[in-house]
């Protein structure tokens, strides 16, 4: 099956420093990647759309100058956390599309001092 | 605005019975309909995927059945057991474009 893989898994950074986590799509290529964000207790709220050499689609209300996302390649796309502060504190998830089916990533979880 | 609205939102069942969690959906435009499963700290996996054009698809234990006049989906777990104790997801999208997922049901199979 397709495999997705995140990196790091978890994080701990102080508050001001920023962070950059990577999604792989391992064993297929990816055109359309998503970043989540996922609090404890519930859903997944979909942060922006990554699309293969072209700049991502945020959601209302996700800033992109904070959030930034590339996808440089077809098999890896990274969100970066830019000055992050504790309220960034969070799950954050990767998916990416082969065929019309979403496969996710383990998750990295993020704690920000 | 929650495009797709799942419930229970909790769910106790004992071992060797049937674990059922409905969805609904407004946009008629949906004609994807995955069910992810997420264990604590993990991220959620794909379990079964349907499409508007066939009222019911089966892969193990895992049923999907599907109403599109009344625009409505539901996850049947057969025989459950405590190792499908973890949160399921319903979804639903336009081929190409982001899940809209559910709240979330978090399952409880009691031994």
């Known amino acids: 099956g397709a495999v997705v893989s995140q990196h790091p898994s978890w994080v701990i950074c102080k508050s001001g420093t920023s962070v950059k986590i990577e999604c792989r799509s391992l064993?297929?290529?990816?055109?359309?990647m998503f970043w989540y964000r996922q609090f404890p207790k519930q859903s997944l709220m979909l942060m922006a759309t990554?699309?293969?050499?072209?700049?991502?689609?945020?959601e209302q209300g996700v800033e992109k100058d904070k959030f930034l996302i590339n996808h440089a390649s077809l098999t890896l796309s990274t969100l970066t956390v830019t000055s992050a502060h504790p309220e960034d504190s969070s799950f954050y998830i990767c998916?990416?599309?082969?065929?019309?089916?979403?496969?996710f990533g383990p998750g990295t979880r993020l704690l920000v001092l | 605005q929650q495009q797709v609205k799942q419930s229970p939102q909790s769910l106790i069942v004992q071992k060797g019975g049937i674990s059922i969690i409905n969805c609904a959906y407004e946009?008629?435009?949906?004609?994807?309909f995955p069910w992810y499963q997420q264990f604590p700290g993990k991220g959620p996996a794909l379990l079964i995927a349907?499409?508007?054009?066939?009222s019911e698809k089966k892969e193990g234990r895992f049923t999907i059945s599907f109403n599109k006049s009344a625009k409505q989906f539901s996850l049947h777990i057969m025989d459950s057991q405590p190792g499908d104790s973890a949160t399921y997801f319903c979804?639903?999208?336009?081929?190409?474009?982001?899940?809209?997922f559910g709240k979330g049901t978090s399952l409880l199979v009691t031994p």
């Open positions: 349907i499409r508007p054009d066939v």
């Open positions: 998916s990416a599309e082969e065929r019309e089916t979403q496969y």
């Open positions: 990554s699309n293969e050499g072209s700049k991502a689609t945020y």
């Open positions: 946009n008629t435009a949906f004609d994807y």
């Open positions: 064993d297929f290529q990816a055109t359309t």
């Open positions: 979804a639903a999208s336009n081929s190409g474009y982001a899940l809209n």
